[in-house]
Structures are given as structure tokens and as C-alpha cells.
């Protein structure tokens, strides 16, 4: 049986995913990673590779069940064992609930939560036999904060964070450990795409209002927040368990723009 231990990340092709599986191979992991990007997946492997860790590729949509079930039969057919299960990859519309469809719905729905509840149940079946294993959420600071413009993607998230109390209430006498990470701003391709509805890129425009909200006054990187959520995976945190964390820089916890507190103390707070 290997005996190093095995991660599972998903949406690890680029972003938050393939940092969070190169921090993981860093630490002596192997790592099982998913996404429907094979060809920046392949670059993400052969980073791990050369750490002298076992990257296996497992290319598909993780929107089909039957795929996602495949690469988790894989990862204990290859590495014999699962330790800790990154629940990363998301989908989503930027839209209000009036423009939603149907489909663009079921589809987040399935991406952000179905996925993570099946992918969670089937890991879950490994690790309970061996008393110990780590399931870790991504999940967002808009399941609290509503913007009006992704209902599907927030109501999704929600659902995560109630979910990570039930799994972790149901597997937590077997051992396992389940958190759910609210993420605020992190600097990643899904902070760029954001356009109006002529076909202007207003993420520009989003940034700039969001460091506006957030005391550290940046958004976050993607390789310090997989160096939290590794260490959230790690005996560090071995007595946290049914919990929803913000990493967010402080914004959830601040109620103004740090321009407008400049305006009303210049001398007390920066205006950029």
C-alpha cells in the first residue's frame, strides 16, 4: 500500500486548484487531480512531478456523476488510499435571476454542490475505514453576501456551507474532518471575467470597489490561500471540524469602503 498520503483536488488545471495541489505535493502528498482542462492540467503534473510526487490526470466534466465517481475508483485503484478531498472546482453565470435559464441553473447546482455532496459520500467510504481523512469545501464569503447578479452561484454555496455541517455531524465519530472555506477576493481567472451587458470587461471597475472593502486592501493569492487550506488538512487543525472559515482578508466583517472612511477621516485611513 502507498504510504504517503493522497489528495483529491478538482478544478486543478490552473487558479486556486493547481496551487492548492502543488502546496499539497509540497508537503509529501500525492495528488489525484480533476478537471476538464487536460492540457493545462498536464503542466500542473509535471510541476508535481518534479517534486518526486505521483500527479494522476483525471480529464472530464466533472458535471457527469459517472466521471466524478471514475476518478475517485482510480485514485484507490492506483494510490490505495484517500487522505484528504479538495472540493475546489465552481461554475457559474453572472446574471440576475431574472435573465437565469433553466439549465444554467441545474448546471451550477451540480458543479458547486451536487458534485461536492457525491464526491464527499464516495470519498468518505475510503477514509471511514481508516479512521482519519479531511474534506474541505471551497465555499465563498457570497453565501452570506448577496450581490444580485449570480443567484444560482450563491444559493449553491449556501447549500455547501449547511452541507459541510451534515457531513461533518454524520462522519465525524469515523474520524473525518469537514470545513468549509468562505473565500472573499482571491486573484484568480474567475476574478477577470466579469462583463457588462454591451461586452465591456468591468473587473477593473469590481477590483477596485472590492480593495475598497477589504481591511488588508488586496485580494488574495491563490498560493497563500492553498498554503490555509493545506494547513487546515493537517494535524494543526485536528479538532476542527463543522465549521464555516472565512478567508476573506476582513471583509466580512467591515461595513464600509475604506474611500468613503478617508473622506470622513483623511488623517486615520488611506484613501488607496
Not at 245 to 261: N, R, V
Amino acid at each position: 500500500m502507498n504510504s504517503r498520503p493522497v489528495v483529491i483536488v478538482t478544478g486543478a488545471a490552473q487558479g486556486l486548484g493547481a496551487a492548492t495541489a502543488l502546496e499539497f505535493a509540497n508537503r509529501g502528498y500525492e495528488c489525484v487531480l480533476i478537471d476538464r482542462n487536460g492540457t493545462a492540467m498536464k503542466a500542473v503534473a509535471a510541476d508535481i512531478e518534479k517534486l518526486g510526487r505521483r500527479a494522476i490526470q483525471c480529464v472530464g466534466d466533472l458535471s457527469d456523476l459517472a466521471f466524478a465517481e471514475s476518478a475517485v475508483t482510480r485514485c484507490v485503484q492506483e494510490l490505495g488510499r484517500i487522505d484528504v478531498l479538495v472540493n475546489n472546482a465552481a461554475w457559474r453565470k453572472i446574471g440576475t435571476m431574472r435573465a437565469m435559464q433553466a439549465d444554467e441553473w441545474d448546471q451550477t447546482l451540480r458543479v458547486c454542490l451536487t458534485v461536492p455532496a457525491f464526491l464527499a459520500k464516495w470519498c468518505a467510504a475510503e477514509m471511514e475505514p481508516a479512521k482519519r481523512g479531511v474534506i474541505l469545501n471551497i465555499s465563498s464569503i457570497q453565501a452570506k453576501l448577496a450581490s444580485g447578479i449570480s443567484p444560482a452561484y450563491i444559493a449553491a454555496k449556501g447549500g455547501l456551507d449547511s452541507l459541510t455541517y451534515e457531513l461533518a455531524t454524520l462522519y465525524g465519530p469515523s474520524g473525518v474532518r469537514v470545513l468549509s472555506l468562505n473565500l472573499g477576493a482571491i486573484d484568480t481567472e474567475m476574478s477577470a471575467d466579469y462583463v457588462s451587458e454591451d461586452g465591456e470587461n468591468v473587473s477593473d471597475a469590481i477590483r477596485q470597489f472590492a480593495e475598497g472593502m477589504i481591511p488588508l486592501r488586496r485580494f488574495g493569492r491563490a498560493d497563500e490561500i492553498a498554503r490555509s487550506i493545506a494547513m487546515l488538512a493537517s494535524d494543526d487543525a485536528s479538532y476542527m471540524t463543522g465549521a464555516c472559515l472565512e478567508i476573506d482578508g476582513g471583509w466580512t466583517h467591515q461595513s464600509s469602503p475604506y474611500p468613503l472612511k478617508n473622506k470622513q477621516f483623511p488623517k486615520e485611513f488611506p484613501s488607496s
